[in-house]
């Protein structure tokens, strides 16, 4: 009977809600030779052009993939809250990107063209006629993370059915189920099952997949020691795309609207209950106005309901796993312990839920300061000068999107020049993302850039071809 039940354990994924930790579904886990199979397969109906997608066939499929995820708006929100904690409110929201992220596959084919080069600049190429043309670049790897179980996967899967090319999908252990109702939507809109593989397996079968020379383009979205350590460890050739974390600073002017900014900090610091790559965790304010701004957002934050996301009424789900609770809340209390002020929450709620934070003047050698959260804790530092403001929004290793609260322009435009970032919001929170814009982190954050057309690109190369008149 146990060596059953290991046996179960070992190929099978059970999905848990992550409030009340009940399994929810499960999948099963693809062994080494599964996966073999379908990176295989994958492989040739790349090698044999006969094979490939017309481009025609790959917008009805996508247009008809967008339609059936718009019939099962709810089902989709639902999977989504139920498996990833995201309150209900927000998991529409990320149902109704994801839709829009396939309509935007599909539009964007039309971008996929190459140009003419043109020839005759010298006499050593007078006589002939160059262009492009972009074709798709091969099998494509993509293994994701829990905290967007759906819009990710469309980010990750879409742009490489409307690239052309066969993609084999590796998704989060705790948040498979999305990925799995997304995937057999592509089957039901017509896309053959060897062009798109639902690929969960344990993580030696997923490191000998990435790996693997058949592999033409590695796209990882998750944690920088595991995507750097794979990047490491990839066949010659293989491109890849990395998308990790940070610890995302906001910059606060002295003649900054306080009472607009509020609500943006609380929804970009709280959202998710922090656990997506660009929330808001440092915030940088003058000393003369932060002790105001502190109890002004703790006041909102401590409104927060946190509870079960399939509830109407949560604002803020659990964190994906109980062992991240305990590790927040370790955090948090080494801040308190080194001196910083917890103004709102600083405490557990239950084995899965942790109270909405903020802090204020941890120091700034502790992990809250030093480390990116993904929880829902906020912190607050003093500044006397705005230039030291930006050299410690800049001290840390990794980078992504940052952001400046001001009504003066000067600053505005000296925030942009002076903040290391891929993006710099003004008057709004760090969280802020359309998925047609380039969406990147700097160094340790990551390697190339997403948004569905940059990605789409990424996924194909160019062509020359060179006629002599």
């Known amino acids: 009977m146990s060596n059953t039940n290991s046996l179960k354990t070992d190929r099978v994924i059970e999905v848990v809600n992550p409030f009340d930790q009940l399994v929810i579904g499960s999948v099963d886990r693809k062994s080494w030779d599964e996966v073999d199979a379908c990176l295989s397969v994958a492989h040739q109906l790349h090698m044999h052009r006969k094979n490939w997608i017309p481009v025609y066939r790959r917008i009805e499929i996508l247009k008809k993939t967008a339609t059936i995820m718009q019939s099962r708006f709810e089902e989709l929100a639902y999977q989504i809250a139920n498996e990833g904690g995201k309150p209900l409110i927000d998991a529409r929201v990320e149902v109704s990107r994801a839709i829009d992220g396939v309509e935007l596959c599909a539009s964007n084919i039309m971008s996929l063209a190459g140009r003419e080069i043109p020839m005759d600049l010298t006499a050593a190429g007078a006589g002939r006629l160059a262009f492009t043309s972009r074709e798709p670049i091969g099998v494509v790897v993509a293994v994701s993370a829990f905290n967007h179980p759906l819009n990710l996967i469309v980010h990750q899967v879409g742009p490489a059915v409307a690239a052309g090319c066969p993609v084999l999908v590796k998704p989060a252990d705790d948040t498979p189920l999305s990925c799995q109702s997304f995937v057999n939507i592509l089957y039901e809109a017509g896309l053959a099952e060897e062009w798109c593989c639902f690929a969960p397996c344990d993580t030696p079968t997923a490191e000998k997949l990435v790996t693997d020379p058949r592999v033409a383009f590695f796209s990882f979205i998750g944690s920088a020691k595991v995507g750097w350590m794979l990047r490491s460890k990839l066949a010659q050739g293989t491109r890849c795309a990395l998308e990790h974390g940070g610890a995302a600073p906001v910059i606060i002017d002295e003649n900054a609207d306080i009472e607009e900014m509020i ?47 399939v509830y109407e009424e949560t604002e803020c789900g659990p964190l994906i796993r109980p062992r991240e609770v305990d590790r927040v ?141």
């Open 263 to 309: 609500p943006k900090l609380v929804k970009g610091g709280y959202y998710h209950s922090g656990q997506v790559c660009v929330s808001v965790q440092r915030i940088y304010a003058p000393k003369k106005i932060a002790a105001t701004i502190g109890p002004l957002l703790a006041e909102e934050v401590s409104k927060l309901v946190v509870g079960n996301a």
């Open 329 to 469: 809340s370790d955090w948090v209390e080494e801040a308190r312990q080194a001196g910083a002020s917890v103004l709102a929450g600083g405490q557990k709620l239950g084995a899965t839920t942790y109270a909405p934070t903020v802090l204020h003047r941890p120091p700034l050698d502790v992990s809250v300061s030093q480390k990116e959260i993904f929880g829902p804790v906020v912190c607050i530092y003093d500044y006397e000068a705005i230039e030291d403001a930006f050299t410690m929004a800049n001290s840390l290793p990794f980078a992504f999107q940052a952001s400046v609260f001001t009504s003066s322009l000067d600053t505005a435009m000296n925030a942009i020049r002076n903040l290391d970032a891929t993006a710099v919001m003004v008057n709004d929170h760090t969280a802020f993302r359309v998925d047609w814009m380039p969406f990147a982190g700097r160094r340790q954050s990551g390697y190339g850039t997403g948004g569905i057309g940059y990605t789409m690109h990424d996924m194909t190369h160019d062509k020359m071809a060179i006629i002599k008149l």
